[in-house]
């Protein structure tokens, strides 16, 4: 038990790293954006060779993109092991559901829609669960994220999509796509009837 809770720890660990490599690359990046807007607002062309001007320019936006790539890249590593699921119960009379019921919740789920065994779903180590959007929405139930802490057991909780046939429950991976407008990287899952970027869903239709 000591080398699985240092190795949760490590997991942990690194996770907080890469969240905050992600926050000084975002940073970094909106600030070569201002640096970029500058230099087209206040270039003077008469005193500054367009051609040089031009190449600044080009080597500006090609670290912009490389830092979108690095940035895409990380926020995905941080996502990996998450998994949605949909239509669980939820309870927000007496305020926001806690994590730890939303925890409970989503075991219970595993068992009985799932068909996992209850020994097995009591057992499954997560880093953390909690519902999605944050805010609660009046009528409506949140989908459940869980970030699974060994990639084996959500692998073993994934390959039970086929009891979701016929009920109203869904399962869905998470991953990370960039807009086609070029702006940050962020998280998506796939629609009903249809195929998102870089997503894939795991419920049967």
């Known amino acids: 038990m000591g080398a699985l809770d240092t190795l949760e720890k490590k997991v942990s660990d690194f996770d907080k790293e890469l969240n905050k ?7 970094r990046a909106k600030r ?10 206040r270039v003077d062309w008469t005193d ?16 912009r993109e490389e830092l979108r790539d690095d940035m895409a890249y ?27 019921v939303t925890e409970a919740k989503l075991r219970t789920h595993l068992e009985s829609a799932l068909k996992i065994a209850k020994e097995t779903a009591e057992s499954i180590r997560f880093e953390r669960v909690h ?13 459940s994220v869980a970030k699974f802490t060994f990639f084996q057991e959500r692998e ?3 390959r039970e999509w086929k009891h979701l046939k016929g009920t109203n429950f ?12 070029g702006q940050a990287p962020e998280a998506s899952e796939k629609d009903e009837g249809g195929q998102g970027p870089g997503e894939t869903r795991m419920d049967c239709l």
């Open 170 to 181: 869904y399962m869905y991976e998470l991953f990370v796509s960039e807009g086609s407008d």
């Open 32 to 41: 070569g954006d201002e640096r970029l807007d500058r230099l087209e607002d």
């Open 21 to 27: 490599m992600c926050v000084a690359m975002e940073d």
């Open 156 to 158: 073993r909780v994934r």
């Open 48 to 63: 500054i060779g367009g051609a040089q001007v031009e190449s600044r320019l080009a080597d500006l936006e090609k670290q």
């Open 131 to 143: 519902r999605s959007p944050v805010q609660p929405i009046p009528g409506k139930i949140r989908n």
């Open 74 to 100: 990380i926020k995905s590593q941080s996502m990996t092991n998450n998994s949605i699921f949909t239509n669980i119960p939820e309870d927000n009379s007496s305020g926001n559901e806690s994590s730890d």
